[in-house]
């Protein structure tokens, strides 16, 4: 009697965790054969607010080790992204961060033209043969409308995500050299949070 209770109760446990735990997205291009680390995006990536060598794409190279290329423009929205998202290909990418979204917020640019904007530059990264690594920013002052949707494109396209990597950074004058931008200290919250999921991608 015992064992066909304790059959049942295996039985009903893994019924539960097949429904209620989802097995990891797998990761487009995982592992890349590609050459270099390149870094995609806005005012964020070239690194505005900080002090040389403290941006983002420098102290996240110091920290894994290897050179990052540094393809930010600073205003660059998804549409400009779009737009030069094919000189990628020049540096034969391994790994791609593309962090953008932020400047279509402040211009008001529909939320549904922003992601497929960002839908286009992942699927153009990933034919290039590279893993992406998406940044998420917010789009909203109070509320979050982009999460779920930058949540919805990374499972779509097997990309490894970093959910709103501002968050609580805006508003801290400890880590923000404007109302938008981080200063070094700023820069080096962003990358505990990126690092991780980058050095996951380089494995």
Request: aromatic share 8%; no cysteine.
């Amino acid at each position: 009697m015992n064992q066909k209770i304790l059959l049942t109760f295996g039985i009903v446990l893994m019924v539960a965790l097949f429904f209620f735990f989802k097995p990891a997205t797998k990761i487009t291009n995982y592992p890349s054969s590609g050459d270099s680390i390149v870094a995609f995006g806005d005012s964020l990536i070239e690194g505005v607010g900080a002090t040389e060598g403290n941006d983002l794409v420098s102290q996240l190279s110091k920290k894994i080790g290897e050179p990052i290329i540094n393809l930010g423009i600073a205003g660059n929205t998804t549409e400009e992204g779009v737009a030069r998202v094919d000189r990628i290909a020049e540096y034969k990418p391994k790994v791609v961060l593309v962090l953008l979204g932020g400047n279509d917020y402040l211009r008001k640019v529909p939320k549904a033209e922003t992601f497929k904007n960002l839908e286009t530059i992942v699927t153009k990264v990933q034919s290039m043969g590279a893993v992406v690594v998406l940044l998420g920013v917010q789009g909203g002052v109070f509320t979050d409308p982009y999460e779920d949707l930058f949540e919805d494109l990374a499972k779509k396209k097997g990309v490894v995500y970093v959910s709103n990597v501002l968050e609580g950074l805006i508003g801290n004058q400890k880590y923000m050299s404007d109302a938008v931008h981080p200063n070094d200290a700023g820069y080096a919250k962003i990358v505990e949070r990126v690092y991780p999921q980058l050095d996951k991608a380089l494995q």
